[in-house]
């Protein structure tokens, strides 16, 4: 057993790859706010292959946390030389190991902001990059509108040392502009549509709030590009950690389990450069919009599509429910019939053959990704991944009957007593709401700041309802196969 050290680079244990460049002789060109486990499988990974080819000693990552959570994930960082172990898998059980170092430094920021806001300051930082959740931004579910809470609220007001990822990327900005620095790009690596464009729209609003002349100038100065991210990566668990050790000899705190599938999809705007991540497999675009709306639509919703559903099945993992005939129909149908009609041609991409090959990822027995995980914050997932669709479908006169059922399940997952907490920020409303449904039908719909005027939507209204008496009576199993049984046979 070998403990993850930089020590540990020069003689790695047997089959573990480790960086062929020294982590420690890089210069950071990027800092990354949120560290977890998709930024280490993803922009990290694809960093580190760039760096193992010779290149962009200049774009190492400085990773900043903000959340008490990330605590943990300061002390790892700082007990293993900035290291760590990631592990991909592909559907046949075909395992690699790689140690990466692109890395390179971690910022806690609650411990010292001011390291943080030099950082930011520092003439080599020249793109600024996040992974803070759908739920990060401050938006406002229904009118994608700047709507602060929490620090943010707290980093408006006069005078104050910033908590928050907008707090600190403004006052970033700010010295900067003050000390006549170019402005660093502000790359979002978040499931949002348009996640440049919203990324834009909250700092701005954030910013004009405090300096009206830096908002304009933040607006005005700042690249903002969109992207597409997609890669499946569980929570770490122990037994990952436990694998890592007894298969490949290596004492790593926090790996991270990926699948071996990865896609990044980058419009191509920066303010002073960037990686050349072309080089090592990243889909540099003048348009990123159709791939996203393809992802969030079909992969992202699906997620939400089996998740409720299964748990309520009595599944725990996603490869469980996508090994049962009946949730691989349902799954195919939702994006064949309700999703797919709302996006654009994809280049490159047949649709047919992205939405097999989805189910095959969701199926693979490798990755062990847990319904639990997927459910979580979906209060602010299903506004942003299934409820456009239904949306344009009812805009169109399309099918809507899978998707209201995937709100359905959601609703009765929310009202059960047999259950764990939900991991939402709306949690208490969610269940209060979703218990009243016994008394008080289509209750759980009265949220507008997730549905939105879909609750005054008669056809919507009637198809959520139908669904939910059908999981109610029937089952989360006997609703799927009664909605099965409901629709019309296929043309020939």
């Not at 922009?43 to 000693?57: F, I, P, S, V, W």
């Not at 004492?251 to 071996?260: L, N, Q, T």
């Not at 919703?301 to 090994?323: K, P």
Request: proline share 7%.
């Amino acid at each position: 057993m070998v403990k993850l050290t930089p020590a540990a680079l020069a003689s790695p244990p047997p089959h573990v790859e480790v960086p062929h460049y020294n982590p420690q002789q890089l210069r950071t060109g990027i800092v990354h706010f949120g560290v977890g486990g998709f930024h280490r499988s993803h922009e990290a990974m694809y960093l580190d292959r760039l760096l193992n080819t010779g290149q962009g000693h200049e774009w190492g990552i400085c990773g900043v946390g903000v959340l008490p959570g990330d605590v943990h994930m300061r002390d790892v960082f700082r007990d293993q030389g900035d290291l760590y172990t990631l592990l991909t898998k592909s559907p046949d059980g075909h395992a690699e190991a790689r140690v990466i170092g692109a890395v390179h430094r971690f910022l806690y920021a609650p411990d010292d902001p001011e390291a943080v806001l030099e950082t930011l300051a520092h003439p080599d930082t020249r793109i600024v990059s996040l992974t803070v959740t759908e739920g990060g931004y401050s938006l406002n579910n229904v009118t994608g509108e700047f709507d602060p809470s929490g620090d943010v609220l707290h980093d408006l007001q006069p005078g104050v040392t910033p908590k928050s990822v907008f707090g600190l990327l403004t006052e970033g900005l700010r010295r900067r502009r003050e000390r006549g620095l170019l402005p660093f790009t502000v790359m979002s690596c978040d499931n949002i549509q348009g996640n440049g464009h919203v990324t834009q729209r909250v700092l701005t609003a954030f910013a004009t709030r405090k300096d009206p002349e830096l908002g304009a100038w933040i607006g005005g100065a700042v690249a903002f590009p969109n992207s597409m991210v997609d890669r499946i990566t569980p929570v770490t668990s122990d037994a990952v950690r436990r694998e890592v050790a007894d298969v490949y000899g290596l004492e790593d705190a926090w790996p991270v389990m990926a699948e071996s599938f990865t896609q990044w999809v980058l419009e191509d705007h920066f303010t002073l450069g960037r990686p050349a991540l072309e080089q090592v497999g990243v889909q540099v675009v003048a348009d990123v919009e159709p791939y996203e709306l393809m992802k969030l639509r079909l992969l992202n919703a699906s997620h939400q599509a089996m998740a409720y559903l299964g748990l309520l099945a009595g599944y725990t993992y996603a490869h469980e429910a996508c090994q049962d005939p009946a949730f691989v129909a349902f799954l195919l149908d939702y994006m064949e019939h309700e999703a797919t009609p709302t996006l654009r041609p994809v280049p490159g991409i047949d649709l047919g053959a992205y939405r097999h090959e989805l189910i095959e990822r969701f199926a693979s027995t490798a990755i062990q990704d847990t319904l639990a995980r997927l459910i979580v914050d979906g209060s602010e997932r299903i506004p942003k991944f299934l409820l456009p669709v239904v949306r344009e479908q009812l805009a169109r006169g399309g099918e809507i009957t899978r998707s209201a059922l995937v709100v359905a399940s959601w609703s009765a997952y929310a009202a059960s007593m047999e259950r764990p907490t939900l991991v939402d920020p709306r949690a208490a409303e969610l269940e209060r709401l979703a218990r009243q449904e016994a008394t008080t039908p289509g209750a759980f719909l009265n949220q507008p700041e997730v549905f939105g005027d879909l609750a005054q939507d008669g056809r919507f209204r009637a198809a959520y309802l139908d669904a939910l008496s059908s999981v109610n009576t029937y089952g989360p199993r006997g609703a799927l196969d009664a909605l099965g049984r409901s629709q019309p046979a296929p043309s020939v």
